[in-house]
């Protein structure tokens, strides 16, 4: 017999009844995502069979559903034991119509195009594909899909908090009963982080329970509520400034924005503040913003840390393009280690649609004449480089329109090789770079803007760029040395000592290299003198390092006018990574990192690009671009680079951070915050809070830290959220990075990450924080 406890079965009357009931919730959640009436979400409650796609063989009728919370999909399985599945809104990073993934391209007939769509997950979990009995179903779950994502991405952090309490509400009541036992309060606070003592929940409970029944419901459920998010620090602050009748007024709230935020803000823009967030009608006729528009305004963008002006592309983007921090990874086809993990074209579309401008393509040959993409003399899989130019070709220019480079490393055949430049021109078509712009021999780079949309090739070339404004050879292969990262790597991915191996290369593949042409490096004064600006070397980590650090000035005088490409380390077979600062610190432009491996290398890299629109490039600082510049990262001396601050950050609460032990509902975590200064290494620092035991929900700091920064324009800021733990490791609980120099004063909330960089909806951090010129 089981010993599990099961619900009594509802009678008719009470089945009824609760589908009544989940129809209200379902409208509710609706409503509060502005898709009151919406077809599509209709159509999504309501949900369907669809075929899930495996392979040529795996292909499984299962119901699919949108669960009434609007934020849970509910599927059926065939899984012992796990009879339905679930997955979160949160979780998806995006839909795909038309057989656009690995395994619908693969397993699926091209005659099925329009009735199959892909949903794409966040990290690792694998994706969902799925074909529709026709195009109009498959576009109507697609419509209905994107709906629920974008309108759940546009909820403010304030909104997002509340749809993720009431539904944490909904599910703490077992029975559906719409009543809160004290039993179920306590499972409730369980669910959302909080560990209380029986004595403080029994309070809780009897101060709510008004009707003194034993269960709270209705407006006590409210009351609840509203004790529950009451944030006595904002508290303070508004109390602080509203001296308009209990209300903060236009002057009042100017005076905000001028003493605390530090921002250059007119009576204007206070007006405008108000009119944008003040929910309340009487209030907003008299100019007035109360608590709860104030509230809204510090979870909006305006009171976000990142300066909302650097969300947009505000860097010039006419200078040459070595004058730019390039978004660069390695080893981009692999989905996870270099030994025997799987080659993608999904790890290429990952990559492009976080901003990377530069890819690599590791080739050789394939069966069948087909060139492939692998780690070579490993286990990894292995992918068609054609398939691989056409993923590049639809997913480059999704979220940046800057230029992406392809980095070619190539240890093909000749005859395979000009089927590689076949592909290329084929695919890529005008947007191709096959020959220098304008009509004479350029003497530098051209700019991000005037390459936007456009791809380069990186690789090797048979003979100087002026041979394009002649084409008089006639020779269709010739032998180039091979120095790239092929010699770096023995066979069982062990270090091996550099060795000049020669390569025959094919002229078709040759001429479509124009601006990134590889050359062995030889010495900066041997490149300085002999090399032109559009040939480029590539350095391991190690020799990148030790020029770093004995030779930083020759290094930045040299990334003045070529490019510099950094690659990881061969014996980093886990795809581990290097600290891309040091690198970034002398200059260099594409400083590849392993975009799979999620670590705080790759969250700095993050934060890097985070301005600019994302897009993939950031401007260098002026003293890294001017000819006269001394500039040492290591030693400091006098010059523009030196602008001496002290950055004082308080860190006041946080709010809503994941349980990360979901299956123990008794797990909570015990939270603390680093901040974490790197840069220069004079600039380099980190400072910690103590730990709060057993609350994840609203923990409260108020600790201030103070750093001396020597160069803020090379700094980036790093907030780290732990889980204290005595025995082991501390568990990360959410991160953000970001520049120095994009950093908002004032009271700001600071979103969180998760080790993959994606956005934990509703949590995040309340500091204060200040950049002042050093006394």
């Excluded at 005659?111 to 994706?127: L, P, T």
């Amino acid at each position: 017999m089981s010993c599990l406890h099961k619900r009594p079965k509802r009678t008719k009357s009470q089945e009824l009844a609760f589908q009544e009931q989940m129809k209200k919730v379902a409208l509710e959640n609706g409503k509060r995502l502005g898709l009151e009436g919406d077809p599509d979400l209709q159509f999504l409650l309501v949900g369907g069979e669809l075929v899930k796609v495996r392979s040529n063989t795996w292909k499984k009728i299962r119901f699919f559903k949108l669960q009434e919370d609007c934020k849970t999909f509910w599927h059926e399985s065939q899984k012992l034991f796990r009879r339905n599945q679930t997955f979160s809104i949160d979780d998806i990073d995006s839909v795909r119509k038309g057989r656009q993934s690995e395994g619908l391209n693969k397993h699926t007939e091209p005659s099925a195009e329009q009735q199959c769509f892909a949903i794409i997950f966040k990290g690792r979990k694998k994706n969902l594909d799925l074909m529709a009995t026709s195009e109009e179903e498959a576009k109507q779950w697609v419509n209905g899909l994107e709906k629920i994502i974008n309108n759940m991405r546009n909820l403010s952090r304030q909104q997002k908090s509340e749809h993720w309490i009431i539904n944490c509400m909904r599910k703490a009541d077992k029975n559906d009963d719409n009543q809160m036992t004290l039993k179920e309060l306590k499972h409730f606070l369980r669910q959302i982080n909080v560990e209380v003592d029986d004595t403080y929940a029994e309070e809780i409970f009897r101060t709510c329970d008004k009707s003194n029944s034993g269960s709270l419901e209705g407006s006590e459920i409210k009351h609840f509520y509203d004790l529950l998010t009451h944030r006595e620090e904002v508290d303070v602050i508004y109390e602080q400034y509203a001296e308009t009748e209990g209300q903060m007024s236009a002057r009042d709230l100017l005076n905000f924005l001028l003493n605390e935020q530090r921002e250059q803000a007119s009576m204007e823009d206070a007006l405008k503040l108000i009119e944008k967030y003040e929910m309340d009608g009487t209030a907003k006729q008299k100019k007035r913003l109360t608590k709860d528009g104030f509230l809204m305004y510090l979870h909006q963008e305006d009171g976000s840390i990142l300066n909302p002006a650097h969300k947009q592309v505000y860097q010039d983007m006419h200078q040459p393009l070595n004058h730019y921090y390039i978004s660069s990874s390695h080893n981009t086809y692999l989905m996870e280690d270099q030994l025997k993990g799987p080659s993608s074209t999904e790890a290429y579309i990952k990559a492009l649609m976080k901003s990377c401008r530069c890819v690599e393509l590791d080739c050789w040959d394939g069966a069948n004449g087909e060139p492939v993409i692998y780690h070579g003399y490993t286990l990894t899989s292995k992918v068609l480089f054609r398939d691989v130019i056409k993923a590049i070709k639809d997913y480059a220019f999704k979220t940046s329109d800057y230029p992406v480079i392809l980095s070619l490393e190539n240890h093909c055949t000749v005859d395979q090789q000009k089927l590689m430049a076949h592909h290329l021109i084929a695919i890529l078509g005008d947007a191709l770079v096959t020959k220098p712009l304008g009509n004479v021999m350029p003497a530098n780079f051209p700019s991000p803007e005037d390459l936007k949309g456009k791809f380069l090739i990186k690789g090797k070339r048979l003979n100087k760029l002026n041979a394009a404004f002649n084409n008089s050879s006639t020779i269709e292969e010739d032998t180039v040395s091979e120095e790239d990262e092929a010699a770096d790597v023995k066979e069982n991915g062990q270090k091996a000592k550099p060795k000049k191996s020669k390569i025959k290369l094919a002229k078709a593949l040759s001429d479509i290299v124009i601006y990134c042409k590889s050359v062995h490096f030889n010495g900066f004064e041997h490149a300085k003198e002999n090399q032109d600006f559009y040939e480029m070397s590539s350095f391991k980590e190690s020799k990148a390092f030790n020029l770093a650090e004995t030779s930083a000035t020759a290094y930045i005088h040299h990334n003045m006018d070529k490019l510099s490409r950094i690659y990881p380390a061969g014996s980093r077979t886990d795809s581990s990574n290097y600290s891309p600062v040091p690198m970034w610190n002398v200059g260099c432009q594409i400083v590849a990192l392993n975009f799979q491996t999620p670590s705080k290398e790759m969250h700095i890299n993050q934060g890097r690009f985070l301005p600019n629109a994302v897009c993939g490039y950031i401007l260098k600082p002026e003293f890294q671009r001017s000819l006269s510049s001394q500039f040492d990262p290591n030693t400091l001396t006098n010059g523009p680079w030196l602008k001496r601050k002290t950055f004082h950050v308080m860190v006041i609460s946080a709010q809503q951070l994941p349980k990360l032990n979901k299956d123990k509902h008794k797990s909570i975590v015990d939270p603390l915050v680093r901040v974490e200064l790197c840069g220069v290494p004079a600039d380099n620092a980190s400072k910690e809070t103590h730990y709060i035991e057993n609350n994840g929900f609203n923990p409260m700091w108020n600790e201030k830290f103070q750093f001396d920064v020597h160069v803020p324009e090379l700094t980036m800021v790093r907030f780290v959220v732990e889980d204290y733990d005595s025995t082991s490791q501390n568990d990360l609980v959410g991160q953000y990075c970001l520049p120095l120099t994009s950093v908002q004063d004032g009271y700001r909330h600071v979103p969180l990450l998760t080790k993959r960089g994606d956005v934990i909806c509703s949590a995040g951090l309340f500091v204060h924080l200040m950049l002042i010129d050093a006394q």
